[in-house]
Nanobody, 124 residues
Framework: QVQLVESGGGLVQAGGSLRLSCAASGRTFSSYALGWFRQAPGKERDFVAAISWSGGTKNYVDSVKGRFTISRDNAKNTLSLQMNDLKPEDTAVYYC?????????????????WGQGTQVTVSS
C-alpha cells in the first residue's frame, strides 16, 4: 500500500510557473506507475500526465504538452510536476495517483491510490 501527499499548489499569474510535488510512503514505490490528474469545479477529474515505473515513459494530455514536465525520483519516493506558462484554464485541484504495475495509463479508474489534492489557481 502507498500513501500520497501533494504540495506546491498556490496562486500564480498567467504565464507563471509552479512545481507540484507528491511524497509517497511505502517501500515499493518504484513498482508503481504514477500520474497527475486535475479537477476543476463542476467538472470531472481529468488526466494531466503519467510516468512509468522507471521514468522512461511519459505521457501528457495535449493541452499541457510543451508546458508541463512530469518526473519521479524513486530513491526519494517523490513525484513532481513542473508547470510552466500557466493559463487560467489550468486552474483546478491537482491530484497525484499511483497504480499497481509498471506501466502508466490515462484512465483514472485504473489508479489504486490517490492523494488529497492541492489547489492551483491561475489568474488572468
Amino acid at each position: 500500500q502507498v500513501q500520497l501527499v501533494e504540495s506546491g499548489g498556490g496562486l500564480v499569474q498567467a504565464g507563471g510557473s509552479l512545481r507540484l510535488s507528491c511524497a509517497a510512503s511505502g517501500r515499493t514505490f518504484s513498482s508503481y506507475a504514477l500520474g497527475w490528474f486535475r479537477q476543476a469545479p463542476g467538472k470531472e477529474r481529468d488526466f494531466v500526465a503519467a510516468i512509468s515505473w522507471s521514468g522512461g515513459t511519459k505521457n501528457y494530455v495535449d493541452s499541457v504538452k510543451g508546458r508541463f514536465t512530469i518526473s519521479r525520483d524513486n530513491a526519494k519516493n517523490t513525484l513532481s510536476l513542473q508547470m510552466n506558462d500557466l493559463k487560467p484554464e489550468d486552474t483546478a485541484v491537482y491530484y497525484c495517483a499511483a497504480r499497481t504495475g509498471f506501466w502508466s495509463t490515462h484512465h483514472a479508474y485504473e489508479y489504486n491510490y490517490w492523494g488529497q489534492g492541492t489547489q492551483v489557481t491561475v489568474s488572468s
